[in-house]
Nanobody, 119 residues
């Protein structure tokens, strides 16, 4: 059974930086994509950033230029480096790892970590 464990959330001031980590219980090579989603109160969960097994990345427009996703395959860990944080970045951040097989999407989710940006 795949487990994803997030860490690194907390409280930060506007303009500050924070790094989230997501440690997988299996090799990151297992997954076609790994990424981060977030959900603010009263909002739908949205994609923040994703990285493929080949290293390609994609970001939400709202975080481009401020957030960077990376992965350390030796540590089975994916990171989200967040800079110039804004109050609107406040949300629960969820790690996602997905396998695509025969046209079917198999997602795995972490338990989420709270990020709060104070104004």
């Amino acid at each position: 059974q795949v487990q994803l464990v997030e860490s690194g959330g907390g409280l930060v001031q506007t303009g500050g930086s924070m790094t989230l980590s997501c440690a997988a219980s299996v090799s990151t090579f297992t997954f076609n994509t790994m990424g981060w989603y977030r959900q603010a109160p009263g909002e739908q969960r949205e994609l923040v950033a994703v990285i493929t097994s080949g290293g390609s990345t994609n970001y939400a427009d709202s975080v481009k230029g401020r957030f960077t996703i990376s992965r350390d395959n030796a540590k089975n860990t994916v990171y989200l480096h967040m800079n110039t944080l804004k109050p609107e970045d406040t949300a629960i951040y969820y790690c996602n790892a997905a396998v695509y097989r025969s046209g079917t999407y198999y997602p795995h989710w972490g338990q989420g970590t709270q990020v709060t940006v104070s104004s």
